[in-house]
């Protein structure tokens, strides 16, 4: 399991506006691309990681925006909304349709929810 | 010696800005109800006639990463930019400037840590809603120097509840102890309950609404002894899973002092959220 990874994925694609589109259009490959040359990639020095990697179940949630999935894997809520919002938001007609779309796909968890430490 | 103009503890709810600009079939239906709490609220900061605001709140995963966490950091900086792309994004925020009172800074932070809290320290940092928010609300000209405190209420493990009172007890004794003879202002913003990313997010009210009205009656009332006995760091999840947020109102309680009621008391049962705003003049309610 590497929660880590997958909330470091949701963080450095959410900050970057080509990436939310890339993400969106194309997540399998951008997956793929990301876990590829970003993953280890240290985010403030011009040094790399070698050891990280993302399970097949997270790289499956990732590529098919399976945002429940990632919840259920401990994906931190915060970057997990908020990235989707940017990608997703947009095509629903009513303010807050997606959010509430979002909920109810999640409707079957009560507390206590997956664990987000990392 | 320094005085404590005025104790504030607020909710932060980014989409104020937006709500209250809005205009036509835009405009929510409880915008105007909004606007009016928080100009009331407003006159409670601008009558203290501040100098310096020191302003609690926390990063949003935007310079602070899982692979450099801090649990209290405060900034020391001439100036501070503000807001980020993604919050321009979701909630129209728009950039800002603030200026930094770097004596202030440093003052806390060598106080701080000989108090015996290993306070990280920023000299390059970009604040982000948490303390734009209240600056929009309560000081919009944002033409006072700040000092930012930030609180890991965000990525475990975070520090106790306990803890986030200690500190807020040791800045207020710090801020009263500083050889200045400045106004200053505390001003740390939190949540009650909230839900981010959940099941519960975005409902017709906060997710908890009983947990909101203990909460709003412990922090009016600066009940630390009540606070402190039914909220943990496991609770917090309980009422929605961003609620750790109200960390930073325990910490406001601290600064407050310990059973002294707040001069000023509103709240606002708002979609997704409650609100909630306080007030407390360690001077004498002028």
Same mark, same amino acid.
């Given at each position: 399991m590497s929660k880590y990874l997958v909330d470091k994925f949701l963080y450095t694609?959410?900050?970057?506006?080509?990436?939310?589109?890339r993400y969106r259009n194309d997540p399998r490959g951008t997956v793929d691309w990301w876990e590829a040359e970003r993953a280890n990639l240290i985010l403030n020095i011009p040094e790399r990681t070698t050891w990280l990697a993302f399970t097949e179940a997270e790289r499956e949630a990732l590529g098919g925006h399976d945002y429940v999935a990632l919840f259920e894997l401990g994906a931190h809520n915060f970057l997990l909304l908020t990235l989707f919002i940017a990608m997703f938001e947009r095509d629903y007609a009513e303010p807050l349709a997606f959010q509430r779309e979002f909920a109810a796909r999640l409707g079957h968890w009560s507390v206590p929810y997956p664990d987000i430490s990392t | 010696m320094a005085t404590i103009a005025a104790v504030i503890a607020s909710t932060h709810h980014p989409f104020y800005l937006r709500a209250s600009t809005a205009a036509g079939e835009d405009r929510p239906p409880f915008a105007d109800e909004w606007v009016a709490k928080i100009e009331a609220f407003r006159e409670t900061? /601008?009558?203290?006639?501040?100098?310096?605001l020191v302003m609690v709140g926390s990063d949003h995963f935007h310079q602070l990463w899982l692979d450099n966490m801090p649990q209290f950091l405060i900034g020391k900086a001439p100036f501070y930019d503000a807001n980020y792309y993604n919050e321009e994004r979701e909630f129209g925020l728009p950039r800002m400037g603030l200026r930094g009172d770097e004596e202030l800074s440093a003052?806390? !932070?060598?106080?701080?840590?000989?108090?015996?809290?290993?306070?990280?320290?920023?000299?390059?940092?970009?604040?982000?809603?948490s303390i734009t928010c209240p600056i929009i609300t309560l000081r919009p000209q944002a033409d006072l120097p700040i000092v930012p405190v930030y609180t890991n209420i965000f990525a475990?493990?975070?520090p106790q509840p306990k803890r986030f009172v200690e500190l807020g007890q040791a800045i207020r004794a710090l801020v009263e102890a500083w050889p200045s003879d400045k106004r200053?202002?505390?001003?740390? /913003?939190?949540?009650?309950s909230l839900e981010l990313g959940?099941?519960?997010?975005?409902?017709?009210?906060g997710p908890d609404p009983?947990?909101?009205?203990?909460?709003?009656?412990?922090?009016?009332?600066?009940?630390?002894?009540?606070?402190?006995?039914?909220?943990? !760091?496991?609770?917090?999840? !309980?009422?929605?899973n961003a /609620?750790?947020?109200?960390?930073?109102?325990?910490?406001?309680?601290?600064?407050?002092?310990?059973?002294?009621?707040?001069?000023?008391?509103?709240?606002?049962?708002?979609?997704? /959220?409650?609100?909630?705003?306080f007030t407390w003049y360690p001077e004498g309610s002028s």
């Open positions: 694609i959410d900050r970057d506006p080509e990436l939310v589109e | 900061l /601008t009558r203290a006639r501040p100098d310096v003052y806390l !932070l060598r106080g701080g840590i000989d108090a015996g809290f290993d306070l990280a320290f920023s000299n390059e940092l970009r604040v982000d809603h475990p493990p975070m200053v202002a505390i001003i740390g /913003t939190g949540h009650l959940g099941p519960r997010q975005f409902g017709p009210h009983e947990f909101d009205r203990k909460a709003v009656e412990w922090i009016a009332a600066a009940d630390l002894k009540s606070a402190l006995a039914e909220v943990s !760091l496991d609770s917090l999840w !309980l009422p929605g /609620t750790h947020g109200f960390m930073d109102f325990m910490l406001m309680m601290g600064v407050a002092g310990e059973n002294v009621r707040a001069d000023y008391a509103d709240s606002l049962d708002l979609f997704h /959220t409650m609100e909630a705003y």
